[in-house]
């Protein structure tokens, strides 16, 4: 709710993914904030990032953010989980506009969600090979019990929008074992594709364990800026969606509407985003 004494700032929010996965985030994080206007960033010519190495992921990640911020955008939500766990290199605090992870809200809504404090992490394998679900939870619990569990078939599946194929389901419950074994109470779907799945986990793992969706996560966390004032928010009476991608195909924008539960989309703008040199001064550990 815009309070029109409030300062406020009509620029829009820089969101981006490796692909379009992320657009289940923005989904969910447009609903709650229905004034807001988004550009949405999709680095599909470079896709998928869960499979790469993290100095890959974090020179692409720096590309987009800088890309972002050369359109205008107020903040950047980093949606793809695996992009997220590669920003502890990166010098943020050196940008002009907060940039936001999937991760620190997730493992903050996972520690709420939590009642035994053993929690499973689902994700790309350079998700979990990054540890950064562990980090972010043991820095706020040192006691939690966090069992990671990488899922790499997962993203080509939804890709494919076999979301509720029983291939998928299978493979679903089979990536689910050891984490059931290890008796969790809470599962973070720590990948942008997920949230398609949620019915098929939620099935897989049984209704006492509690899912955890990095986009409602992140959304609250905007709130919470926009009550500081660390954000304004627009007071745009029709906010505008834009959606870029680095590499366009015939079906992106049925994908996109489908993941994004809307006919009405804008279509697909070609985005050319050069790769920032090995030596970028914003990346840690670079000189
Ligand atoms: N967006 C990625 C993530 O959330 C999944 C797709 C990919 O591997 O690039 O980790």
Redesign the pocket.
Known sequence: MTQSSAPNDSRPIGFF???L??LTVLRRVRELHPAESWIYLGDTAR??????SPDTIRRYSLANILKLQSLGVKAVVV???????TLDSLHLEQLSVPVYN?IDPGAEAALVASETRRIGVL??R??VQSKAYVRALHRRDPNVLVYQQAA?LL?PLVEEGWEEDPVTNLIIYRYVQPLLAAQIDTLIM????YPALAPGIQRAVGLDIRLVDSAEAIGHQLEKDFQTLRLQRSALQSPQLRLFATDASPQMDATAQRLMKDANLPSFEGIDIELVPAQHELLKGSK
Do not use: F, R
Request: charged share 5%; glycine share 20%; aromatic share 4%.
């Open positions: 993914d490796s692909g996965g992320g896709l998928p990032y869960g499979t790469k949606a793809c989980n695996s992009a997220s766990s999937v994700g790309t350079a998700t790499p993203v720590g990948c942008t594709h």
